[in-house]
């Protein structure tokens, strides 16, 4: 399975942008996937997650403001960014443990990786 991110961009602070994940070759009926962000000089980080079931996980750091959510018609994993600060300025991942019906949120164990969409927060 192939992940394509999209959705990134420009949003001023208090703005709102939503990231989707577009699975190729595949489906995410059997897998988690989860949105990953990294700022220059930083670690990459866990943003949100969603498993097969539909249950989400949501950083603290993000929690009441972003919301992971996927169409299995569509066969994507989009998340909806609110209230927008310049702290979530990054580059963000989408991605999938190989392994069906595992979820974690160690992004080392997340093997299948889409390129990363570009969010930038002014203030």
């Known amino acids: 399975v192939q992940l394509q991110a999209s959705g990134g961009g420009l949003a001023q602070a208090g703005g709102s942008l939503r990231l989707s994940c577009a699975a190729s070759?595949?489906?995410?009926?059997?897998?988690?996937v989860g949105w990953f962000r990294q700022s220059p000089g930083e670690e990459r980080e866990f943003v949100a997650a969603?498993?097969?079931?539909?249950?989400?996980d949501h950083a603290d750091s993000v929690k009441g403001r972003f919301t992971i959510y996927k169409d299995n018609v569509k066969n994507t994993v989009s998340l909806q960014m609110n209230n927008l600060k310049p702290e979530d300025t990054a580059l963000y991942y989408c991605?999938?443990?190989?392994?069906?019906?595992?979820?974690?949120?160690?992004?080392?164990?997340?093997?299948?990786w889409g390129q990363g969409t570009l969010v930038t927060v002014s203030s």
């Open positions: 991605a999938a443990p190989t392994r069906r019906y595992y979820y974690t949120r160690d992004l080392n164990l997340f093997d299948n």
């Open positions: 070759g595949g489906t995410f009926s059997s897998n988690a």
């Open positions: 969603i498993t097969w079931t539909g249950r989400t």
